[in-house]
């Protein structure tokens, strides 16, 4: 790795590093373009809510399944042919989405296009992190927390500007030309700089983890109609997670180091990103639905409501990696939660008379907060993984995330639709991300007592 970062001419990397951003930024944003969309589709498609929002539980558990793909991808093939196809994989399924018709088609799209940007993540870091050299790794990483916390923040608020003006085909029309440009433009100038190895894919690996995630996710859709299907789908889809986890111990070349779970670091970091994710998914998830279907404004109003929190994420996610690199992650993370908790108290108590601007203010500052807290956890957890291991760490603590924060969005609509009155399920929901928060906070706490940082 540090060999590639010494020799790789320097406009190249700018160049590399752009498209990488720029396509990682379209992936991620496409991942939560469908939330102001959702109550649109429900009632064209005369589709139920529970079913609808597989298009965006879909698709953040597509990410996560096929993301620890990508540390195998990027070992047995090229970079630049990795890039190229992943790109073409992410046209096809935004190709699809242009033309459908109806809810399943719709769905394929989405699944097509979380294929792609679920290798396109990760390959984006472990990149990164190759051709840039070891002292600015915080920065680098800094810039991916970004984009990753940044893209799926601002999804919501194009989505509703693109629905309430154009319609919601439009969230593929639009996305598709700038791909196009990517693939030319990464045709044209990305490099070959990794040697492919003899790296054998375990697909049967890939079938049970895909398995098992989709049954565990879906039965918490079915426990509210068919409790006994929704149990025997959970318990399935855990013994199946339970024999991908031993399958992977037991191969020379699993599709994911597990063991890489035993690092306290890692660990316990990943759980802080994770919490938090679950937490910037399920509020983004569940505001739109709440404004739509309860105070009865158009996806356009709910998207905006969600714009200052977007942009106030992106403005302090581009200041803490570089208080990151100079304080560490103590007072950042810290602080970041305290705020998520207090941003919680008008969506616990929300109502069909809470202000909009009272809910912007809200969403702004759990968002400042997630900020505060996502990248320097995601810096945090590779601390102590050794070069060799990077893409592998990577793949995982992105396949965590993605799923948790899939099971979030699900969890939060099920709780929701638990009460007759929508208001009192919204509540439960906004308390359970207050349960997550406060995990965070005792996992960060934890990590505190014997971290490998002298600051601490």
Same mark, same amino acid.
């Given at each position: 790795m540090v060999n590639i970062a010494k020799t790789i001419d320097p406009k190249i990397r700018l160049i590399v590093t752009a498209l990488l951003l720029f396509s990682s930024f379209i992936s991620l944003t496409s991942q939560?373009?469908?939330?102001?969309?959702?109550?649109?589709?429900?009632?064209?498609?005369?589709?139920?809510?529970? @079913? +609808? /929002?597989?298009?965006?539980? *879909?698709?953040?558990?597509?990410?996560?399944?096929? #993301?620890?793909? %990508?540390?195998?991808?990027?070992?047995?093939?090229?970079?630049?042919?990795?890039?190229?196809?992943?790109?073409?994989?992410?046209?096809?399924?935004?190709?699809?989405?242009?033309?459908?018709?109806?809810?399943?088609?719709?769905?394929?799209?989405? @699944? +097509? /296009?979380?294929?792609?940007? *679920?290798?396109?993540?990760s390959f984006q870091?472990? #990149?990164?992190? %190759?051709?840039?050299?070891?002292?600015?790794?915080?920065?680098?990483?800094?810039?991916?927390?970004?984009?990753?916390?940044?893209?799926?923040?601002?999804?919501?608020?194009?989505s509703g500007l693109i629905v309430n003006s154009l319609g919601w085909r439009y969230i593929f029309i639009i996305v598709f030309p700038m791909m196009i440009l990517v693939w030319l433009i990464g045709f044209l100038v990305f490099p070959n700089f990794t040697t492919p190895k003899e790296i054998k894919i375990d697909f049967f690996s890939v079938f049970l983890s895909l398995l098992g995630s989709g049954l565990t996710l879906a039965s918490l859709t079915f426990f509210q109609t068919q409790a006994l299907l929704g149990w025997i789908m959970l318990l399935s889809g855990?013994?199946?997670?339970?024999?991908?986890?031993?399958?992977?111990?037991?191969?020379?070349?699993?599709?994911?180091?597990?063991?890489?779970?035993?690092?306290?670091?890692?660990?316990?970091?990943?759980?802080?990103?994770?919490?938090?994710f679950m937490v910037l998914l399920g509020t983004e998830q569940m505001l739109p639905i709440f404004t739509q279907n309860v105070l009865h404004v158009n996806s356009m109003v709910s998207g905006m409501i969600l714009l200052p929190g977007a942009v106030a994420n992106a403005l302090s996610a581009a200041l803490v990696g570089r208080l990151y690199d100079k304080y560490g992650p103590k007072y950042l993370i810290i602080s970041g939660g305290i705020l998520m908790l207090i941003a919680a108290l008008p969506f616990v108590f929300i109502s069909k008379t809470t202000p909009l601007w009272f809910l912007t203010v809200a969403y702004m500052l759990r968002m400042i907060g997630n900020a505060l807290v996502f990248s320097?956890?995601?810096?945090?957890?590779?601390?102590?993984?050794?070069?060799?291991?990077?893409?592998?760490?990577?793949?995982?603590?992105?396949?965590?995330?993605?799923?948790?924060?899939?099971?979030?969005?699900?969890?939060?609509?099920?709780?929701?639709?638990?009460?007759?009155?929508?208001?009192?399920?919204?509540?439960?929901?906004?308390?359970?991300?207050?349960?997550?928060?406060?995990?965070?906070?005792?996992?960060?706490?934890?990590?505190?007592?014997?971290?490998?940082?002298?600051?601490a």
């Open positions: 939560t373009m469908m939330i102001t969309a959702l109550p649109v589709i429900e009632h064209e498609m005369d589709t139920s809510l529970t @079913l +609808v /929002q597989w298009l965006t539980t *879909g698709y953040t558990l597509m990410v996560g399944i096929i #993301t620890p793909l %990508s540390s195998n991808m990027y070992e047995k093939f090229k970079n630049r042919s990795v890039f190229l196809s992943t790109i073409a994989t992410f046209l096809l399924g935004t190709l699809i989405g242009c033309f459908a018709t109806n809810f399943w088609t719709l769905l394929l799209a989405r @699944l +097509v /296009q979380a294929c792609a940007s *679920g290798i396109l993540m870091m472990t #990149t990164m992190i %190759s051709i840039y050299p070891l002292e600015k790794r915080g920065t680098i990483l800094g810039m991916s927390g970004l984009v990753i916390a940044f893209g799926p923040a601002i999804g919501p608020t194009l855990l013994l199946i997670l339970y024999f991908f986890v031993k399958r992977q111990l037991a191969l020379k070349q699993p599709m994911l180091k597990v063991q890489l779970i035993k690092n306290r670091s890692f660990r316990l970091m990943t759980l802080v990103g994770i919490c938090a320097p956890a995601m810096s945090e957890a590779f601390i102590e993984i050794a070069p060799e291991n990077v893409s592998h760490a990577t793949a995982l603590n992105n396949s965590l995330r993605q799923a948790f924060g899939a099971s979030s969005v699900t969890l939060l609509i099920v709780i929701a639709n638990i009460p007759t009155n929508f208001i009192t399920g919204m509540r439960l929901s906004m308390w359970t991300t207050v349960i997550l928060v406060l995990l965070m906070l005792f996992a960060f706490l934890t990590y505190l007592r014997h971290s490998p940082r002298k600051e």
